[in-house]
């Protein structure tokens, strides 16, 4: 069964950084590109980046462009986040998704792992 | 970027009623409209994708419809689990959005 698993989640002061990590299982992870998605606490689903499948091309909010990075290695299926110049409003649980379907860049995601809560403070 | 508004914030119904849920695109997104359920604590549920198909395991209870910019959630007759939080998301432009969502609890 498809399986993700969140980490490297806690508390960074603010202009810190941290680097998040989704180790998945239970599927042919090079085949699928993945999503990391935060919620802040009591709030909705924002979506915030997207990784094709061979990592060839990613896309992100407006609100971490330049500031956070997707990547993956597909020799240890998993999935990362790096952040940076993290800010109070980073606050928030986040949570790394697989695509729907195979290859392209596909903006649905059908499992998701439990959330790493990332909390900004001094 | 475009902007997803779901409606009601909240909905008050009772088990065995019909919960109608709506999304409202600021530009069309085709039928590139998916929704998902959450409930506290957990992570978010794939319930519809590309506006009307039901996901892997959804109950038949749960439609959806709409293309272009106006898109709707139907639950035929709720079930005690459907009260939770329901959310709209686009994948027809980058960045993906989602609708600030829809809370459904009972009356």
């Known amino acids: 069964q498809v399986q993700l698993v969140e980490s490297g989640g806690g508390v960074v002061q603010p202009g810190g950084s941290l680097r998040l990590s989704c180790a998945a299982s239970?599927?042919?992870?090079?085949?699928?590109?993945m999503h990391w998605v935060r919620q802040a606490p009591g709030k909705g689903l924002e979506w915030v980046a997207f990784?094709?499948?061979?990592?060839?091309?990613?896309y992100y909010a407006d609100s971490v462009k330049g500031r956070f990075t997707i990547s993956r290695d597909n020799s240890k299926n998993t999935l990362y986040l790096q952040m940076n110049s993290l800010r109070a409003e980073d606050t928030a649980v986040y949570y790394c998704a697989k695509a729907l379907r195979d290859y392209g860049d596909y903006g649905v995601s059908d499992y998701w792992g439990q959330g790493t809560l990332v909390t900004v403070s001094s | 970027e475009i902007v997803l508004t779901q409606s009601p914030a909240t909905l008050s119904l009772s088990p065995g009623e019909r919960a109608t849920l709506s999304c409202r695109a600021s530009?069309?997104?085709?039928?590139?409209l998916a929704w998902y359920q959450q409930k506290p604590g957990q992570a978010p549920r794939l319930l519809i994708y590309?506006?009307?198909n039901r996901a892997t395991g959804i109950p038949a209870r749960f439609s959806g419809s709409g293309s272009g910019t106006d898109f709707t959630l139907t639950i035929s007759s709720l079930e005690p689990e459907d009260f939770a939080v329901y959310y709209c998301?686009?994948?027809?432009?980058?960045?993906?959005?989602f609708g600030q969502g829809t809370k459904l609890e009972i009356k």
């Open positions: 990784i094709r499948y061979d990592g060839s091309n990613k």
């Open positions: 239970g599927f042919t992870f090079s085949s699928y590109g």
């Open positions: 590309d506006a009307s």
């Open positions: 530009q069309s997104v085709s039928s590139y």
């Open positions: 998301q686009q994948r027809s432009n980058w960045p993906n959005t």
